[in-house]
């Protein structure tokens, strides 16, 4: 006796929403070959954060007289450099055709695009007035705090969504720390640690002992060869936004 074949109606799959710390690389000029050299000197500086990062293209910022682009070999470059690029931002269409030629998705520019005026069509009837309905208050947003109390091991990435992270554990080398808020160490912070990913400038990093191979609040960042000559570098310090500076301050 076999079993029954699952009915039609049951589903196979399922969509869900996730978000992810996607890198934005914005060309401002059509030099690859110093796209090449200056790119190199940023893995140079951090070459764990640059393994498989996830990319969004920006060409957005490429002037209309900038010449073609060989999108190919910019795929290539950034390939290379441990860069996969997941999408484009484009505006000029030579790069808006190339994009499809490479089958990548293109999202809007960065400055918005063109609105298009949506005209009411012909003899369209009119509509009755709703009567108005009661305004009910939002419901106060809330941000949950998530909480690690075991060690953190190189290779591990971690993420707390609308909220803090607090980790009571040490942060081993290759661990990767991110939170839409504010991220507390209390322990040895080895790895690296991202706060504010979704651009909160108001975003701060806490940990016992500056050790980290990166930090980084809103985008803005500093790796490990800039907090070693710091003069907080091993004590238990607050890193804060500043402009675009990151300030680093003994706790």
Request: glycine share 8%.
């Amino acid at each position: 006796m076999t079993a029954a074949d699952p009915s039609e109606s049951d589903s196979v799959f399922q969509l869900k929403g996730n978000m992810l710390a996607v890198t934005v690389l914005e060309l401002l000029r059509n030099d690859l070959g110093r796209l090449d050299r200056q790119l190199a000197q940023k893995v140079a500086q951090a070459p764990n954060f640059f393994q498989e990062t996830p990319l969004v293209l920006g060409l957005d910022k490429l002037a209309e007289d900038a010449g073609p682009l060989d999108l190919g070999a910019l795929l290539d470059l950034c390939r290379r450099h441990g860069l996969r690029t997941l999408a484009l931002r484009a505006s000029r269409s030579g790069d808006l055709a190339a994009a499809n030629d490479y089958d990548l998705p293109i999202l809007p520019p960065s400055s918005g695009g063109r609105e298009r005026q949506v005209e009411p069509r012909d003899r369209e009837p009119v509509k009755p007035a709703e009567p108005p309905k009661p305004v009910v208050p939002p419901a106060p947003p809330i941000n949950p705090t998530k909480i690690i109390t075991a060690p953190v091991r190189g290779g591990v990435q971690l993420y707390a969504p609308a909220g803090d992270l607090v980790v009571l554990a040490p942060v081993s080398p290759g661990a990767e720390l991110l939170a839409d808020g504010n991220i507390h160490v209390y322990g040895p912070m080895r790895g690296r640690a991202l706060a504010g990913v979704k651009g909160d400038t108001k975003a701060r990093i806490f940990c016992q002992q500056l050790t980290a191979e990166l930090l980084s609040i809103a985008g803005q960042y500093k790796v490990a060869e800039d907090l070693r000559r710091h003069p907080q570098w091993g004590n238990p310090v607050q890193v804060s936004l500043v402009g675009d500076v990151l300030n680093i301050t003994r706790l």
